[in-house]
């Protein structure tokens, strides 16, 4: 898939977009994009369609294990969703705009929310393994923009905004829905980097120094693009490991993918509350 030039970029949104509604006929609200940390979600969603990404034209397909490729079209506590379960992350030798093309097929498609879910080393001392953070700002550490290249006139702004990439007001929405349901979440920043590795503990000092509370490697492209299509965004961490000096130790993906675990049940309770109040 070349994404080099813009009116082919569009016409392939346009390909993907028209073969999905050959799909399915319904028209979602929100979408939902689906890290390590949220799979569960699945189970809470009466499925109306499942596709393969790998059937739908020019969507790029997961090489990530853990990661199932499927768009999925749905209820989720009664709100209509579209769900990626499985996304892309530049370690994986995506570029932004092949990572960034399902967002912009959900807008493209109606969808008026984004739901974002992610896993992420915590940076914050405070934080626990299997901790839930709501992100309610970011730092970009890619090396690329999903934005760079001549700008898509249709889908929003050269220079969008991004003073409130998170909405503030679903942040206090979701902290108030854990709180009563006892859930402990945390608000904070999110840096995005491009992995694969995991940091070096100086590393982990920068970044905790430059303002971050969380680092991780996906969801800052995703946002970008769905900011500069005036799309609202809600995020969420799952805290899988600690970065804070005398926490942090060796660590595996199937460590990482244990802590997700303990975090989802409460990411899920979130979500599936949230999605109705937003
Ligand atoms: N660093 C970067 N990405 C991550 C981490 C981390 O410590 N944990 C989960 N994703």
């Not at 093309?101 to 493209?108: A, N, S």
């Not at 590795?197 to 800052?220: C, F, H, P």
């Not at 997700?260 to 049940?265: H, L, R, T, W």
Request: proline residues 5%; contains cysteine.
């Amino acid at each position: 898939m070349k994404k080099g030039n813009s009116v082919e970029y569009i016409e392939q949104i346009n390909q993907a977009v028209n073969f999905i509604q050959g799909e399915f006929s319904g028209q979602s609200k929100v979408g939902v994009i689906l890290g390590t940390g949220l799979g569960q979600l699945i189970d809470h969603i009466e499925v109306e369609k499942s596709i393969s990404y790998a059937d739908i034209p020019h969507f790029p397909i997961s090489t990530v294990e853990t990661h199932a490729g499927q768009l999925i079209f749905g209820k989720l506590s009664g709100v209509s969703v579209i769900v990626m379960k499985g996304r892309f992350h530049y370690y994986e030798g995506y570029n932004m705009k092949e990572i960034t093309f399902p967002v912009r097929v959900m807008k493209k498609m109606g969808v008026e929310k984004l739901i974002v879910s992610n896993a992420a080393g915590g940076l914050d001392p405070d934080f626990a393994v299997g901790d839930v953070m709501v992100i309610n700002d970011h730092i970009d550490l890619f090396p690329e923009n999903p934005l760079r290249g001549k700008n898509l006139d249709d889908f929003g702004l050269r220079f969008p905004d991004m003073s409130e990439p998170y909405h503030l007001k679903w942040v206090e929405e979701a902290l108030r829905i854990a709180k009563e349901k006892g859930i402990n979440a945390h608000q904070g920043i999110y840096v995005g980097v491009q992995g694969p590795n995991l940091e070096t503990r100086a590393e982990y000092k920068y970044l905790r120094t430059i303002g971050a509370d969380a680092v991780g490697m996906s969801t800052v492209p995703e946002v970008i693009v769905a900011r500069q299509m005036d799309l609202p965004v809600f995020a969420m961490s799952a805290i899988t490991d600690l970065c804070s000096p005398g926490k942090i130790k060796k660590i595996s993906i199937q460590e990482v993918i244990a802590a997700a675990a303990i975090a989802e049940p409460k990411m899920t309770a979130i979500v599936q509350e949230l999605v109705q109040k937003i």
